[in-house]
């Protein structure tokens, strides 16, 4: 909680898209459906309060599907969509973008590939002539490649810097071992080296194609307008995606593991336990949202409480559910100073197992439900948030009536429900792992079993 | 209530015809008004609401006109520091209960302290709203200062300083920018404190601190969204009319020499990358020169069309990060630009490039699409900021606090719009001096030979 003059990324969990623990007490405003005769699927929801449209674009198929040996290529081929196409060049699209203060994003996470935009009203056409554009035509010219691959490699090298994110990432590693979901969707140095243009391609024209597509756009325009104007765009877009194979469930951890990363110089271990955690389609998401919130959601949490507040240990502690169309990562995230390692890490376990054991109070219940009640609302004031969960729904395939009966369901949750979903936080089959200094740290962690090293950057 | 009230209570915008021909033809016209109310209570207070019942919620937000500027050596990081106390519980409601009744009421608190201000803000839904005044007003009235609550803070943010700047390549060269470039401005320590000060932080310190700085007089409350503005200001008589006025605290000078030379900071610490950020001494908020400057960071570093995204990174592919930042700022501020190098690249390399780029912008090389689309990226940015509830708060309390008037928000959108080339040329020869710079230059060690993680300053 300090406004820094700078903006210094923190990213905590690491760059796992989650589409998860959202909340209630709301009514999604009405949106219009429409699938083309190609099979791409349109959501469209006007939203009038601000002068802006925002538009996401969600393509089947992300980092989970990159062969093995070019792992990042999903989000190489992303970020390429911007990088030209037939009829404009990188710099051209740029210029196009920031000339009216638009924004054009691209980027993929394990389960899909994601273009967003945002645009003032006004520019509305542009919008959807540069996203129609870089989706359908993309050149992916050899200059572009050689210089994306480029920039991966240098983000790569720079994340070493940051300890957080880097912890994140090889606590995945370790927990999904052999499992689609178990590269970050940048990749690895050495898998991205090896890219090359014709997998890009290659990849392009087997996930990209308009039955393995869904358009959302919200903002400040009429349904029937938006509905005509992206058909005009996209009803001539023709092919059939891939088929692929259903992902696999991924093994449970067998045991505990605990695993060190040694930065020698760091005067601050960054800590991660957890392991397999849920589908976005569990039929227990609510409860499990009242349970998480409880145990480690909200800033009144128990692991807060016990963490920050009564020993000031750490200045950040929350554990949550990244929810996937297969089972995503659970995780409690926690850093703390070479000297409290062994402590906090101890703190963190006891706080989840006796919340496991024990089940909640009806007080936390209620304040839960409230809890959870009122953000929902806040979180939802804009174009984009809209965007975001009508890009959900539409995913992963919730009833179109899921946020407006969401407040209901987790109004019925009761103490009964998340002790019975206690089993889904992962315990007995869990990974802890630990980034730090290891002179400092490694005696102490081993008092709590055989540890294993796990090198700083790659697998 | 009627479709047209609504929209007046809230958010009026309006998008005028496009003119015919020029240049001018792309310039986005989108205007925003906002319907503010202000009120002083009699303790001074400053109350502004703006009502806007697009969702059933609200957001409550506290300026307090004090942050690390005034501050002084031996206790530095104190205003950050008391961020953190003020959730600790006042004599009404005891320690925990703050967040719990604000996490009840469906929603979420946080502040945030920089070297001007200090804010704290929550959202709520509307049924909460005597809730949080009666939160509000103890805390401003009683605020616990008790010895277990000083320690506890005290460790977390040491814990927080260890990550933003300790274990942070970049937190740590912009601590090191600031403490060079200024030697006698209160800018010069960081925010969140040095930490042998924060270690030296009194229980009587913390005290005094509260009675100075948290007084009425010393605050401005902005309340946007679902709530009844005339009923908003008899319950804020309510719950906040008792509290005294103090008299106004000192007042802070800037008393930073002119800079007449370059300074370089040399930091080495264990890093995969070198990296250089670079400080030009620039001016107070209320300067002229103000909007030139916010006009030239936009076309230095908004979006991959900006002139350091694109020379630095697509073009020379020389570095995998390259911002500016600039900030209007009580006193007179930096002009800040990052870059981090790409593997086997050396940070004299960034230096001579980024020096190039920064001469292009004094030589005039700048088009007048490039200014217009500066522009235009700055005016839908401050739409953008203006999306919720508390990004309105925000911004009105920052205007109405350090400018006298929230209004001025849209002012500085037409000071933009005035902004000419040669402006942008002026300003970029006058400040994009050698003189006037600080540079830090960030040589990473390998892990485990970085022992000495200190800084030493050398001859240019």
């Known amino acids: 909680m300090i406004g820094s003059a700078m903006a210094i990324h923190f990213a905590m969990a690491g760059m796992i898209m989650s589409a998860s623990a959202m909340s209630g007490g709301f009514k999604l405003p009405p949106h219009t459906t429409r699938t083309l005769k190609n099979g791409a699927r349109l959501y469209v929801m006007e939203y009038h309060e601000l002068p802006l449209v925002d538009f996401g674009v969600i393509i089947g198929s992300g980092s989970a599907v990159d062969p093995k040996g070019k792992e990042g290529l999903a989000s190489l081929v992303a970020e390429l969509l911007r990088k030209g196409t037939a009829t404009r060049s990188a710099r051209e699209i740029a210029d196009a973008v920031d000339f009216v203060g638009g924004s054009l994003s691209a980027s993929a996470d394990q389960d899909g590939s994601h273009l967003g935009a945002e645009f003032l009203a006004k520019d509305l056409d542009l919008a959807l002539d540069l996203l129609a554009d870089t989706l359908l035509r993309p050149s992916f010219t050899q200059e572009e490649v050689d210089r994306a691959r480029a920039e991966t490699l240098g983000e790569l090298k720079a994340a070493k810097e940051n300890p957080g994110l880097l912890a994140s990432r090889r606590f995945i590693e370790v927990l999904y071992r052999g499992h689609p979901y178990g590269h970050p969707t940048t990749g690895w140095e050495s898998s991205v080296e090896s890219i090359t243009r014709d997998d890009v391609m290659r990849y392009y024209r087997d996930h990209y194609a308009p039955d393995n597509v869904i358009v959302v756009a919200v903002g400040d325009f009429k349904s029937d307008d938006m509905l005509a104007k992206l058909e005009a765009r996209l009803s001539g877009w023709g092919g059939k995606a891939s088929v692929r194979k259903p992902l696999p469930d991924p093994a449970a951890p067998k045991g505990r593991g605990i695993y060190l990363v040694d930065k020698p110089d760091s005067t601050q271990s960054q800590i991660r336990y957890g392991g397999l955690g849920i589908r976005r389609t569990d039929p227990d998401f609510a409860a499990l949202t009242v349970a998480n919130t409880i145990l480690g959601g909200g800033f009144t949490s128990r692991l807060v409480e016990e963490i920050r507040v009564n020993r000031g240990l750490s200045y950040g502690v929350n554990s949550r559910f990244y929810s996937l169309l297969q089972r995503g990562p659970y995780m409690i995230n926690t850093f703390t100073k070479n000297q409290t390692t062994l402590e906090t890490v101890k703190l963190a376990q006891e706080v989840q197992s006796k919340f496991l054991k024990e089940g909640p109070t009806q007080e936390e219940i209620d304040k839960a439900r409230k809890y959870l009640k009122g953000s929902f609302a806040i979180g939802h004031q804009s174009p984009d948030a809209m965007a975001d969960v009508l890009g959900e729904i539409a995913f992963y395939g919730l009833a179109p009536d899921y946020y407006d009966t969401w407040l209901d369901r987790i109004a019925r949750v009761t103490a009964e429900d998340v002790k019975r979903v206690s089993a889904k936080f992962p315990e007995a089959e869990s990974v802890l792992l630990v980034l730090g200094q290891a002179s400092e740290i490694r005696k102490d962690l081993e008092t709590l079993g055989a540890v294993s090293v796990v090198p700083l950057t790659e697998r | ?460």
Not at chain 2, 346 to 360: F, I, N, Q, W
Not at chain 2, 381 to 402: F, H, P, Q, T, V
């Open chain 2, 1 to 460: 209530m009627p479709f047209a009230l609504l929209l007046g209570a809230a958010l009026m915008t309006q998008v005028p015809a496009k003119p015919a021909g020029g240049d001018r033809t792309d310039i986005n016209r989108t205007v925003i008004k906002l319907d503010v109310q202000r009120h002083t209570l009699r303790n001074g207070l400053s109350l502004l609401i703006l009502e806007d019942h697009s969702a059933p919620t609200f957001c409550y937000l506290t300026y307090f006109k004090v942050g690390s500027r005034n501050e002084r050596p031996g206790i530095t990081g104190i205003s950050h520091l008391f961020e953190h106390m003020m959730f600790n519980g006042s004599s009404k409601f005891g320690p925990k209960v703050f967040d719990r009744l604000i996490e009840s009421g469906g929603g979420y608190s946080n502040g945030s302290t920089w070297y001007d201000a200090t804010n704290y803000y929550e959202e709520v839904s509307s049924e909460s709203l005597e809730t949080v005044l009666d939160l509000e007003s103890d805390r401003m009235r009683s605020l616990l200062i008790t010895p277990e609550n000083l320690e506890q803070e005290r460790s977390i943010v040491k814990e927080e300083r260890r990550l933003r700047t300790d274990n942070s390549t970049e937190g740590k060269i912009f601590e090191l920018l600031m403490a060079n470039a200024f030697i006698a401005s209160p800018y010069r320590w960081p925010v969140v404190g040095w930490e042998p000060d924060l270690n030296n932080i009194s229980l009587e310190d913390c005290k005094d601190y509260f009675r100075t700085y948290y007084a009425p007089n010393n605050a401005v409350v902005v309340i946007v969204g679902d709530v009844d503005a005339a009923k908003t200001r008899s319950l804020m008589d309510k719950y906040f009319g008792d509290l005294p006025s103090q008299s106004p605290p000192c007042g802070v000078i800037d008393p930073e020499p002119e800079q007449k030379g370059e300074k370089r900071v040399i930091h080495r610490m264990q890093a995969e990358l070198p990296a250089i950020m670079v400080g030009y001494k620039t001016v107070a908020w209320d300067h002229a020169d103000s909007p030139v400057l916010e006009v030239i960071r936009s076309i230095l570093t908004d979006g991959e069309s900006s002139r350091l995204y694109r020379t630095l990174i697509y073009e020379k592919q020389i570095a995998t990060e390259a911002y500016a930042f600039f900030r209007p700022s009580i006193h007179a501020g930096l002009f800040i630009i990052y870059v981090q190098a790409k593997e086997e690249v050396e940070a004299a390399a960034l230096e001579a490039a980024l020096g190039d780029v920064v001469r292009a912008m004094a030589a005039g090389e700048v088009t007048d699409r490039e200014l217009q689309k500066a522009r235009n990226q700055i005016r839908a940015e401050a739409i953008k900021e203006l999306k919720d509830n508390s990004g309105k708060a925000d911004r009105i309390a920052l205007y109405e606090s350090m400018a006298g008037d929230y209004k001025k928000m849209f002012t500085v959108l037409d000071q933009v719009d005035a902004v000419t080339r040669d402006d942008v040329v002026r300003v970029a020869k006058k400040y994009f001096d050698i003189d006037r710079r600080t540079i830090v230059t960030l040589i990473p060690e390998p892990a485990g030979e970085a022992q000495k993680d200190e800084t030493q300053e050398v001859e240019p």
